[in-house]
């Protein structure tokens, strides 16, 4: 069972990388700062995600040293921080877009 733990948690530290790698390029090559903002949000809350499994498969795969305990937790306090700011953006630049969409019509 911890084995299956253990694939999930990778699957989701990969589909993170790689989807905070996309959103990043994204945001860069968008000239709507709404549209950017959003697309920076997405990636902060990939970061958030992909920063939590790391912790969690360091939690799993070692032992509870005093410094890698301390920086699990500083990782788990840092991605969930990162999930929580990027849904207060993705909000944020969602209603933006919308507001900006009902002044143009």
């Given at each position: 069972m911890l084995t299956v733990i253990h694939y999930i948690l990778y699957i989701i530290l990969v589909l993170s990388v790689i989807a905070a790698a996309l959103?990043?390029?994204r945001a860069r090559r968008t000239a709507d700062p709404?549209?950017?903002g959003i697309y920076m949000s997405m990636m902060n809350i990939c970061?958030?995600?992909m920063l939590i499994s790391l912790s969690l498969?360091?939690?799993f795969l070692f032992s509870g040293?005093?410094?890698a305990v301390i920086?699990?937790?500083v990782f788990l306090v840092l991605g969930a921080f990162n999930i929580f700011a990027g849904i207060r953006s993705r909000t944020y630049?969602?209603?933006?877009k919308n507001s900006?969409?009902?002044k143009a019509n």
């Open positions: 959103y990043s390029i709404a549209d950017r970061m958030g995600m498969v360091c939690m040293s005093t410094p920086v699990e937790a630049y969602s209603r933006l900006q969409a009902a």
